[in-house]
């Protein structure tokens, strides 16, 4: 492992009891839809984004059709594509492969962390490809203990406070590295983490808390990168 994959693997930590938490509300909610462990690790590792994830459950309980679920998908992943172009000015000069994997596994919490790194003039592929690989690691990890825990523990609980506080530590750990570079990346995040929680403690559901916070984020940074 070189230097920048090992910065890269660094940089991730701070976002692993996100991708844990998020991950966890995924398998709960996989479980009780009635996907097998197999179906929700093909889609947490295909499909990578809590909100796309929680969406195509519509499918699997019949409430959308197949299309309706391809479509909605699409539409919530886009903001990964102006990830990946955003990016590609610090990483267009690797091989198409490490560019094809970083395309992949580019979202929200990676593509931060390589702005944050850009930030400081530490981003290259290497750097990009370890950061978003570890995280989706951790990500398909968090949705195969979610589905386990969910048959243990009242999915209830272990969103409200499991998982809720992971996203809190994730938060916390992530702070002080963007203190010494700009907080204003993590502003969105923060909104949306905000508004997801107080979602929930009005009893909303989880997935739905989920979509109106990821929507409530997305506009926010758009006025905001458009100011």
């Known amino acids: ?65 197949f299309g309706s679920v391809v479509v909605a998908t699409i539409l919530l992943n886009a903001k990964h594509m102006l990830h990946s172009a955003d990016l590609w000015r ?16 580019i979202t929200d919490s990676s593509w931060l962390c390589c702005k944050l790194a850009a930030q400081q003039g530490k981003l290259s592929a290497s750097f990009a490809i370890m950061n978003a690989w570890t995280l989706l690691a951790v990500w398909v990890l968090g949705c195969s203990a979610g589905f386990s825990l969910g048959e243990i523990i009242e999915p209830k609980y272990l969103i409200m406070f499991g998982a ?23 502003i969105p995040g923060l909104v949306a983490a905000f508004v997801a929680l107080l979602a929930m403690m009005f009893s909303i559901s989880a997935s739905v808390s989920v979509m109106i916070a990821t929507l409530v984020g997305a506009v926010f940074a758009a006025i905001r990168h458009g100011n």
């Open 1 to 65: 492992m070189n230097t920048d994959q090992w910065s890269g693997f660094l940089a991730a930590i701070p976002f692993i009891p996100n991708a844990i938490a998020f991950g966890a509300i995924v398998g709960v909610a996989s479980n009780i839809a009635g996907l097998t462990l197999s179906e929700l690790l093909f889609s947490a590792f295909a499909v990578n984004a809590a909100t796309s994830q929680l969406a195509s459950l519509e499918f699997w309980s019949g409430t959308l059709s």
């Open 90 to 105: 610090d990483v267009k000069s690797a091989k198409k492969p490490k560019l094809f994997l970083i395309g992949f596994a």
């Open 164 to 186: 809720s506080s992971l996203a809190a530590i994730s938060m916390a750990a992530l702070a002080p590295k963007a203190l010494k570079s700009s907080i204003q990346p993590l």
